[in-house]
């Protein structure tokens, strides 16, 4: 996953909700040899589940970067303002990523709430285009890939699915060649990952 290389380094998990997809990612971070992870997490979910204190002003964000997790609480930044608040971050990350040597990885849960399919941030496509070249990879989790972008999805470069029901979602699914009917009876915790030269690989989370 996220090799970086110069090729495009965008990674979508997708599946209904419990079936695993978050706990994919966190295992992804975790395990990765990354220089800095940047996590926006305006639910606090990634906070809690990492047991660690968010960052919610500048001065935590360099603390946090110095120790390679950045996860940002945007509501005392950006109170009310939620996609302000995600355009920063995306742009703040890049540009931490041009002054850092090694493997980034930038995590969004349900990024169509910030760019929509009619529209994505200059941030976004920035990170999404131009990212690897700053070593910087894109990471997002949802339950609905059917409300993607569709520049974000041009440049996915590996598509993880889990259990999808919603029928729009499998068309996205089926579009990235995967057996619509399969994923719709995926078990819990079970995924199947396709990257865009065609390699495929099977898998099941250990709880």
Request: net charge neutral; proline share 4%.
């Amino acid at each position: 996953m996220l090799q970086l290389d110069g090729k495009r380094t965008v990674t979508v998990v997708a599946g209904c909700g419990r079936t695993g997809k978050s706990t994919f990612a966190l295992r992804y971070l975790v395990n990765a040899k990354l220089d800095a992870r940047f996590i926006f997490d305006p639910e606090g979910e990634y906070a809690q589940r990492l047991q660690l204190t968010p960052a919610r002003d500048l001065f935590d964000l360099a603390v946090q970067l110095c120790r390679g997790w950045v996860v940002f609480d945007p509501h005392e930044m950006f109170p009310g303002q939620l996609g302000e608040a995600f355009t920063w971050f995306c742009a703040w990350s890049f540009a931490c990523s041009e002054k850092m040597p090694g493997e980034k990885v930038l995590l969004v849960d349900e990024v169509w709430k910030y760019a929509n399919p009619q529209k994505m941030p200059i941030e976004l496509a920035t990170v999404c285009q131009t990212g690897s070249k700053r070593g910087l990879g894109l990471m997002v989790n949802t339950q609905l890939p059917n409300k993607l972008n569709g520049s974000l999805l041009n440049e996915c470069s590996e598509f993880v699915c889990f259990r999808l029901q919603f029928e729009k979602a499998l068309d996205v699914a089926q579009e990235f060649g995967f057996d619509r009917e399969e994923i719709r009876a995926m078990p819990e915790l079970q995924f199947v990952s396709r990257t865009d030269v065609g390699a495929e690989l099977r898998g099941r989370i250990k709880i």
